[in-house]
């Protein structure tokens, strides 16, 4: 009786700890750049861990001269499946994160945290929430949100 428990117990975890990827279907999305010409960023998106064309809205979110702002970024289609690229597109003084929201319904976010000179520090999956709370913690400071 103690062994099945412990396999009710086991398979419930695992459950638990496979749900956020199996409600996302596997999506997630990596900033990269800038590029050599300092304002080209690379957006590489993923379904399941293959390379897949989703659709994205983007934003660069900052602080300058600690007003908080918002940026809507715009995203091109490259000719590899799921890469895409967006240009610089906010100031370059202040404080500054990249958020995507990945196609739609409930996918993840992603959420970059920015150098002072525009190159992407580190790039975090949000499974639950639209980014923000992170891009706050971002341009407080914690940029590992």
Do not use: H
């Not at 700890?17 to 999305?29: E, F, H, K």
């Not at 597109?89 to 525009?118: F, I, N, Q, S």
């Not at 949000?126 to 992170?134: D, H, P, R, S, V």
């Amino acid at each position: 009786m103690t062994q099945s428990v412990r396999s009710l117990v086991t398979a419930a975890l695992m459950l638990a700890a496979l749900a956020p990827a199996a409600l996302a279907g596997g999506a997630s999305a990596r900033v990269e750049g800038p590029a050599r010409d300092g304002r080209t960023y690379t957006v590489r998106t993923y379904l399941c861990s293959n390379p897949a064309a989703l659709k994205m809205n983007a934003w660069a979110e900052g602080t300058v001269n600690g007003k908080r702002t918002s940026v809507p970024l715009t995203i091109k289609k490259t000719r590899q499946k799921g890469v895409f690229q967006f240009e610089r597109a906010w100031p370059a003084d202040g404080k500054w994160a990249v958020r995507l929201e990945l196609g739609e319904g409930r996918l993840p976010v992603t959420v970059a945290a920015l150098d002072g000179d525009g190159s992407v520090k580190v790039t975090r999956l949000i499974w639950e929430g639209n980014g923000k709370t992170e891009c706050e913690a971002i341009l407080a400071g914690d940029d590992d949100c």
